[in-house]
């Protein structure tokens, strides 16, 4: 009998704690999340970044540029698409962005890349940073944007 209402008596706490978000520290340690990565970019066969990186519902998305000749407008474009393609390769979408942080070769771009930003990420758009960055963007691209979703 005594055994039995011990036994009762753990389920029943066992069953408060879960729902108080509470457990052991074996519990939590056995069932800690990874993260996981995609389209990982190496140099000289070591690993050197990933396009994204997710862990539990949120992902991360690496800064693309454009990598060609052309202007604000057209490298505004091809970034987004890329983060477009990258957020779809993740399991999200451009309306499930949460925070972005846009690196610009020139702050006099700033007007014309809003422009060509403007309404990528549909009715609710996500915070942003943007900023000129010393010495340029690298690879030469007018723009860079990184990204953080949920999935």
């Known amino acids: 009998m005594k055994t039995e209402r011990r036994s009762i008596l753990k389920k029943l706490f066992t069953s408060i704690a879960g ?21 990982v970019t190496t140099l000289q066969d070591v690993p050197l970044f990933s396009g994204h990186t997710k862990f539990n519902n949120m992902v991360f998305i690496a ?6 000749e052309g202007d604000i407008t057209a490298h505004t474009k091809h970034v987004l698409d890329e983060l477009e393609k990258e957020l779809i390769a993740a399991g999200s979408s451009m309306s499930k962005v949460l925070k972005c942080s846009v690196f610009l070769n020139d702050l006099n771009d700033y007007k014309a890349m809003n422009a060509a930003y403007k309404g990528r990420f549909g009715n609710k758009p996500p915070v942003r940073t943007t900023v000129a960055v010393y010495g340029g963007v690298p690879g030469n691209s007018l723009v860079e944007i990184d990204c953080i979703a949920y999935i």
């Open 19 to 39: 729902v108080a978000g509470l457990g052991t520290v074996a519990n939590a340690a056995d069932s800690a999340p990874e993260k996981e990565v995609g389209n």
């Open 63 to 68: 800064g693309k540029g454009a990598h060609f």
